[in-house]
């Protein structure tokens, strides 16, 4: 089993950084999974937000957080983190952490997403 644990979200105004953290644990968890960031809002559809390879570092961002979000992990530890800086108020949503079995995947899609955290919430407002 692989479970994953969101942490680090909250109210923030615009212009302030986060950083949120997801940390994996369990049996059948691997350093070799990678690891991707998504959130939704209600009433539409997950968007993806980034993702980091098991392996190697390898990272893809969606177009709308390139140059202010950040993601990283140190290898051998099971904990990824999204530094989120100069957010905005559409960045608002809960972000979700998801783990992908295959191989240096840096798939956008959530459906090739095998694992999920239950979410942590971040809300940018004045």
């Known amino acids: 089993q692989v479970q994953l644990v969101e942490s680090g979200g909250g109210l923030v105004q615009p212009g302030d950084s986060l950083r949120l953290s997801c940390e994996a644990s369990g049996r059948s968890y691997s350093g070799y999974y990678s690891v991707g960031w998504f959130r939704q809002v209600p009433g539409k559809e997950r968007e993806f937000v980034a993702v980091i390879s098991g392996r190697g570092g390898r990272t893809k961002y969606t177009d709308s957080v390139k140059g202010r979000f950040t993601i990283s992990k140190h290898d051998f530890e099971n904990t990824v983190h999204l530094q989120m800086n100069s957010l905005k108020p559409e960045d608002t949503a809960v972000y979700y952490c998801?783990?992908?079995?295959?191989?240096?995947?840096?798939?956008?899609?959530?459906?090739?997403?095998?694992?999920w955290g239950q979410g942590t919430q971040v809300t940018v407002s004045s």
């Open positions: 998801a783990a992908n079995t295959a191989l240096n995947s840096l798939s956008p899609r959530a459906s090739d997403y095998e694992y």
